[in-house]
């Protein structure tokens, strides 16, 4: 990548690779145009706005909103999120989500062995 592309005149970086540099590998929430919710790790964006989210979890409504209804995610893992279908995308901070596959216990399985 072109260092000049990234930095205006005087030599400093522009507030928007900042903001997307502070993002890259957090946990991020993507409202798409249709109303789905991805939860997952930003890992990367390009010039058209699209997104590319890691360890990514399918969401009917936002999984983390007041009275929504626990649901099963639908787990796509890598997905690639073109920037003309995101409504919205902020940092998800909500640290344990109940819902999420990934949440069960350690010891989940082995009381047989």
Same mark, same amino acid.
């Not at 930095?7 to 929430?29: C, F, Q, Y």
């Not at 997104?51 to 099963?72: K, L, Q, R």
């Given at each position: 990548?072109?260092?000049? #592309?990234?930095?205006?005149? =005087?030599?400093?970086?522009?507030?928007?690779?900042?903001?997307?540099?502070?993002?890259?590998?957090?946990?991020?929430?993507? =409202?798409?145009?249709?109303?789905?919710?991805?939860?997952?790790?930003?890992?990367?964006?390009?010039?058209?706005?699209? !997104?590319?989210?890691?360890?990514?979890?399918?969401?009917?409504?936002?999984?983390?909103?007041?009275?929504?209804?626990?649901? =099963?995610?639908?787990? #796509?893992?890598?997905?690639?999120?073109?920037?003309?279908?995101?409504?919205?995308?902020?940092?998800?901070?909500?640290?344990?989500?109940?819902?999420?596959?990934?949440? !069960?216990?350690?010891?989940?399985? #082995?009381?047989?062995?």
């Amino acid at each position: 990548m072109n260092v000049d #592309l990234v930095r205006d005149p =005087e030599g400093e970086e522009r507030s928007g690779v900042k903001i997307l540099k502070s993002w890259l590998n957090k946990n991020m929430k993507v =409202e798409m145009s249709d109303g789905r919710v991805l939860v997952g790790i930003f890992l990367c964006t390009d010039r058209a706005g699209n !997104v590319i989210i890691g360890s990514c979890n399918e969401y009917t409504s936002d999984p983390d909103a007041p009275g929504g209804e626990a649901e =099963e995610p639908r787990i #796509l893992g890598l997905a690639m999120v073109p920037g003309h279908h995101i409504g919205r995308i902020w940092v998800d901070d909500t640290t344990v989500r109940n819902s999420s596959p990934c949440n !069960v216990d350690s010891d989940e399985g #082995l009381e047989g062995l």
